[in-house]
């Protein structure tokens, strides 16, 4: 067993065939190929010159057309315009990137983010009616809206023409909007089906582009910073089109102008012209969502278009502070729903649905995720209300949550989202049955072998080849994220030089690792701090790990931070 009590799973040797016609090295080809790269053409594409990107065109896509009809209508009669988004990353810079494209083409324009508690996810029907009674004329929904059919009907019947843009899947009854712009809509022959909601947010801006509108003192790449944002941050799989979008979303993102991304960067402590699409998911991500979290997601939307460098840093200050508030909650939260769990059994189970009083709404989803990862099968944490209740799920691969809640969709008030994350609203009195038919659903579809904690491994090397060139030849695949995931490596029958925690409260460990009579590696193993002193009385280890890059006082060093380890067989 695993120090994190992990079973590893080594991936297969890529074909010889297969490496022959990429002209790659082994393992580039081996990567490559379990990312689902399986002949030469794809293989180039995934590596080609972000200089020249290929993009779908934004008019394939169903409802475009008559979207783009509409809102230039509006734009030509100044009409007031408002833009409804969902309160996390993807919501809110989805909003902020139409508010500024269409506000630069003329239009008259609004934000509207609900606040999470207050109203919740969606549409809400006191927003719909204080929008109308506001004058607003056209209603653009983004990252939202699919499933809200009674809230655009009651829009329409109060003079509003609804435009739904969402990514989410499409329940059976679809909103019976003006327009409808989701890849993932029956009827849909837009070619790549899984861009997130400032992704079709950028897809409408194109599509308006090519009708003749013009982004007065604006150029389209300087929206792709927050394309790029809201996609790594949502978990948008990159590949196809989200992959290019990324790439050049990071270009424009290492030399944004916006002031508050550069608050932003600067108070996490990452630097500009640096700044990877794992430091969107870990660093910049959590940041803008920490409003969302704990407050109101506003706050986000501001900075992004916050106009001078002394607004920027003061917002960016109050979302730092925002999340490490929210940092604490997480743990809180975990801590809860762990002894929960554990005093019920549900651990145990092959699919783990909580509700508690003390379950905040604005980071079950976060616990959900990391118990799921954790105990390796589905996980439903739920914020029991007087009446009803709100939870967020987060799956294991093997369980599609939309297809779960799908098949019960008559227990929910609303529900959304996919395969891996959905939330919902539930009565608490339908809280058994709920649990009682995912617990039915899983063990049909979850083995006991599929809900086991794993690790999958790419490749096991020797320790003598982890250098600089390796650290290179990696970074072809860059960016890292959904679908494409960081390389992890292994080495086998390691020896552990030295081992000693570190961190204010010794969390962490930091050990010195050689293999045979080969160079001595720095490695660093995040949370695992408390095993220092078992390893220097066992130090022959293997060792499963990321390669990258540590900077400190102007110092690049080669690092290995370590994903898990185990006893090696000597």
């Avoid at 990159?238 to 290019?244: I, K, Q, S, T, Y």
């Avoid at 083995?447 to 904690?453: D, L, V």
Wanted: hydrophobic residues 45%.
């Amino acid at each position: 067993m695993s120090a994190l009590r992990k079973r590893w799973e080594l991936r297969s040797p890529a074909p010889e065939d297969f490496i022959r016609a990429t002209g790659l090295s082994p393992l580039l080809a081996r990567l490559l190929y379990h990312r689902d790269q399986r002949d030469p053409a794809a293989v180039a594409a995934f590596l080609a010159d972000v200089s020249r990107p290929m993009l779908h065109d934004p008019l394939l896509m169903r409802g475009m057309a008559d979207a783009c009809d509409r809102i230039i209508t509006a734009i030509e009669r100044a009409e007031p315009i408002a833009v409804y988004g969902d309160f996390d990353v993807d919501g809110v810079t989805a909003v902020t990137l139409l508010v500024q494209a269409l506000g630069a083409m003329g239009a008259t324009i609004r934000p509207y983010i609900p606040h999470r508690t207050r109203e919740g996810y969606g549409l809400n029907q006191a927003a719909v009616t204080q929008l109308a009674a506001e004058g607003v004329r056209l209603l653009i929904t983004v990252d939202c809206g699919i499933s809200n059919v009674s809230e655009v009907a009651a829009a329409q019947q109060l003079g509003l023409d609804v435009i739904v843009t969402d990514h989410h899947h499409p329940p059976e009854t679809l909103p019976p909007a003006l327009a409808i712009v989701n890849p993932k809509q029956a009827g849909c022959a837009y070619p790549f089906k899984d861009l997130v909601g400032v992704g079709i947010a950028y897809k409408l801006v194109q599509a308006l582009v090519r009708r003749g509108m013009q982004l007065a003192g604006l150029r389209g790449r300087d929206l792709l910073d927050v394309v790029a944002l809201g996609t790594v941050a949502d978990m948008g799989p990159l590949r196809d089109e989200n992959r290019v979008l990324v790439r050049m979303g990071l270009n424009a993102l290492n030399t944004t102008q916006r002031p508050g991304l550069q608050a932003l960067i600067q108070i996490a402590g990452l630097k500009l012209g640096n700044i990877s699409a794992t430091d969107i998911g870990y660093m910049l991500g959590p940041r803008l969502n920490a409003a969302g979290r704990l407050d109101d997601a506003v706050r986000a939307y501001h900075l992004l278009l916050a106009p001078t460098k002394a607004e920027a840093e003061t917002i960016a200050y109050e979302l730092n502070t925002a999340n490490r508030e929210r940092q604490a909650l997480t743990k809180q939260v975990q801590a809860r729903a762990r002894e929960l769990a554990e005093a019920s059994g549900r651990d145990q189970q092959r699919i783990v649905v909580l509700a508690d009083e003390g379950f905040p709404a604005g980071v079950v989803g976060l616990v959900a995720g990391k118990l799921a990862e954790a105990w390796g099968r589905p996980v439903l944490l739920i914020e029991r209300g007087p009446s009803q209740s709100r939870g967020s799920a987060r799956s294991v691969p093997g369980f599609s949550l939309i297809e779960a809640l799908t098949s019960c969709h008559q227990l929910f008030v609303r529900f959304g989202g996919h395969a891996a994350a959905a939330g919902f609203t539930i009565e608490n009195s339908k809280l058994p049955e709920l649990e009682a038919h995912l617990l039915a659903l899983a063990a049909t579809q979850l083995s006991a072998e599929g809900i086991e904690p794993s690790l999958t491994i790419d490749a096991d090397i020797p320790l003598q080849c982890v250098n600089w060139e390796l650290l290179n030849e990696l970074a072809q695949l860059e960016p890292f994220g959904q679908t494409n995931p960081t390389p992890t490596l292994m080495s086998s029958n390691v020896t552990v030089v030295d081992a000693r925690p570190r961190g204010a409260e010794g969390q962490h460990l930091r050990m010195l690792l050689r293999q045979n009579s080969g160079p001595v590696l720095e490695a660093i193993a995040f949370r695992m701090g408390h095993l220092a002193e078992p390893l220097r009385r066992h130090p022959h280890i293997d060792v499963a790990y990321y390669l990258e890059a540590n900077e400190w006082n102007n110092e690049r060093r080669l690092q290995l931070n370590v994903r898990d380890f185990r006893r090696a067989k000597r």
